[in-house]
């Protein structure tokens, strides 16, 4: 018997749903756990080279606006990067005019993991952070996660411009025994549990990675740590239940 049951759904809206189930547990302190993944095309290829221009000119403006390092959050692309200042702004406070879809869309994809898991009835209001990545040639993201909390929910990917690059996601439990290989279409929305260890294979060719990526918090998040300096650039995306 294995340790862990793959899951394999597809939606008819052609939103696929992945993820690992445990087995039922046979003594009290073994593990149970359903971890899902939801992935779904949410921008067109032109859409995506509209992203890709206006990300790289906001890059040069918000290292020059905020030029200090609040760190790399464990990715390894060190302090030159624009995602390092992932504290400092947030991209669905700017007036870009695919923000909208880009919250809607988040807001929708969390509605069906919730409907797929059986917690439809759930009622929460919801919160984001957003920011971008830039992955230059031989430049990769080391193995990292976006916390792990009691107020733990989803983090959120989505791929802008890549060429043949991966994003592994990593069994918490198992880790690198057990992951998904994810390759990085371009205009794929990809939420995954926030405390799920993820990383991003190195960028071979001239082009430049682009990714926007950020977390989604309920507001008993927002309640219990009210002084936490990036608490200002996150906003609502809507109410669920």
Avoid at 17 to 23: A, R
Avoid at 58 to 85: M, Y
Wanted: proline share 5%; with cysteine.
């Amino acid at each position: 018997m294995t340790d862990a049951i793959n899951i394999h759904e597809q939606l008819a809206d052609g939103t696929s749903l992945y993820g690992w189930k445990s087995n039922p547990p046979l003594t009290p302190f073994a593990p149970s756990y359903t971890y899902y993944f939801l992935e779904k095309k949410i921008f067109s290829e032109e859409e995506c080279k509209e992203w890709t221009d206006y990300l790289l000119k906001q890059e040069p403006i918000l290292l020059d606006k905020f030029r200090t390092s609040t760190g790399d959050g464990n990715t390894g692309l060190g302090s030159s990067s624009i995602t390092t200042r992932f504290h400092d702004f947030n991209l669905l406070q700017f007036d870009f005019h695919l923000v909208e879809h880009l919250k809607t869309k988040i807001l929708d994809g969390v509605c069906q993991l919730l409907d797929f898991s059986g917690n439809k009835s759930w009622q929460e209001t919801l919160y984001a952070n957003c920011w971008f990545n830039v992955l230059r040639q031989s430049q990769s993201m080391d193995i990292h996660c976006h916390g792990y909390n009691k107020n733990s929910f989803y983090g959120f990917h989505l791929t802008i411009r890549a060429k043949e690059t991966f994003t592994s996601y990593f069994h918490p439990c198992k880790f690198q025994e057990e992951a998904f290989h994810v390759p990085n279409n371009i205009g794929i929305l990809t939420l995954f549990p926030s405390f799920v260890p993820h990383g991003v294979t190195p960028n071979n060719h001239e082009i430049p990675r682009i990714s926007i990526a950020g977390d989604i918090y309920p507001s008993t998040w927002l309640d219990e740590n009210p002084i936490v300096y990036f608490n200002d650039n996150v906003v609502e995306i809507g109410k669920i239940g």
